[in-house]
């Protein structure tokens, strides 16, 4: 089975950009399909974005659309989350997980039985 590990969280300012990576290995990589979710401090998990296996189909939350890009390099098996115009409320731990679906994307937590660790993003006011 896959597994997944996480990279690149860090502490920066409002309007400041980061750039998750999520490496995975033990698997074929192309053939899941890969979400990116977040939990903030006494919330549930959220989904923030998902991409297909060839990385040519993507969906966004709202609250990060036109903020936020989800990308995939299936040569290096590594997902990426483009984070652009970072707020407070991005503050969260962030996670990377797949799911062996027949469908081109997913965005419900309980699809996804793959997670990394998570890495922490905290954006300051």
């Known amino acids: 089975q896959v597994q997944l590990v996480e990279s690149g969280g860090g502490l920066v300012q409002a309007g400041d950009s980061l750039r998750l990576a999520c490496a995975a290995s033990?698997?074929?990589?192309?053939?899941?399909?890969m979400g990116w979710f977040r939990q903030a401090p006494g919330k549930e998990r959220e989904f923030v974005a998902s991409?297909?296996?060839?990385?040519?189909?993507?969906y966004y939350a709202d609250s990060v659309k036109g903020r936020f890009t989800i990308s995939r390099d299936n040569a290096k098996n590594t997902l990426y989350l483009q984070m652009n115009s970072l707020k407070p409320e991005d503050t969260a731990v962030y996670y990377c997980?797949?799911?062996?679906?027949?469908?081109?994307?997913?965005?419900?937590?309980?699809?996804?039985?793959?997670w990394g660790q998570g890495t922490q993003v905290t954006v300051s006011s």
């Open positions: 997980a797949a799911s062996q679906s027949n469908y081109v994307l997913e965005i419900d937590v309980e699809r996804f039985p793959y």
């Open positions: 991409i297909s296996w060839g990385g040519g189909t993507t």
């Open positions: 033990g698997g074929p990589f192309s053939i899941y399909v």
